[in-house]
T-cell receptor, first 115, second 118 residues
């Protein structure tokens, strides 16, 4: 499967635990974007990364959330001390270049449930 | 500020009916890109179409067609002879073409849930 791979597909965490969401971009893609889909709110941009760099994190909550895209391995979205309001679907997308005018391909998402 | 409005929250039709999903956008840029994505019940996001602001030609792909009108800032999506498999949430999105600021950011509408009944 040459698409954007996200895992796990479903993740359940208790309040206060950490959640780690992984995203492997399409082969040859070095630009990764994370979006969050809260109920009734549609998709919202969170962060845009290139290998080893955060380009734009204007949509990231100020606390508890962090993202990385190391030189080797997948991009990781990390949520510390999860709360019920973090329950959402988190989507990753990748593209070969910086410009979004080409559109990009989304992964199947990770559904996070905080209990 | 950029904004995408999908005024129809839910639409229900009977199979074989035609249905149009509305999308209205706001942007200050003269160069921008518009997208439609489909989210079936399984949850993944499926890319349907990309259109740049300089190309106002309507597009048809099988039973799908798109009507882009800059004069009304609209990019509407029509499904002809709808089928049960078309049942999904459809999202319209906007990306601005400037090379400064938060390039890489799609602004999504809240989506329209389409239910096609047999």
């Amino acid at each position: 499967n040459a698409g954007v791979m996200q895992n796990p597909r479903h993740l359940v965490r208790r309040r206060g635990q950490e959640a780690r969401l992984r995203c492997s971009p399409m082969k040859g893609h070095s630009h990764v974007y994370w979006y969050r889909q809260l109920p009734e709110e549609g998709l919202k941009f969170m962060v845009y990364l290139q290998k080893e760099n955060i380009i734009d994190e204007s949509g990231m909550p100020k606390e508890r959330f962090s993202a990385e895209f190391p030189k080797e391995g997948p991009s990781i979205l990390r949520i510390q001390q999860v709360v019920r309001g973090d329950s959402a679907a988190y989507f990753c997308a990748s593209s070969p270049t910086r410009a979004t005018n080409y559109g990009y391909t989304f992964g199947s998402g990770t559904r996070l449930t905080v209990v | 500020a950029q904004k995408v409005t999908q005024a129809q929250t839910e639409i229900s039709v009977v199979e074989k009916e035609d249905v149009t999903l509305d999308c209205v956008y706001e942007t200050r840029d003269t160069t921008y890109y518009l997208f439609w994505y489909k989210q079936p019940p399984s949850g993944e996001l499926v890319f349907l179409i990309r259109r740049n602001s300089f190309d106002e030609q309507n597009e048809i792909s099988g039973r799908y067609s798109w009507n882009f009108q800059k004069s009304t800032s609209s990019f509407n999506f029509t499904i002809t002879a709808s089928q049960v498999v078309d049942s999904a949430v459809y999202f319209c999105a906007l990306s601005e073409g400037s090379y400064g600021g938060s390039q890489g950011n799609l602004i999504f509408g809240k989506g329209t849930k389409l239910s096609v009944k047999p």
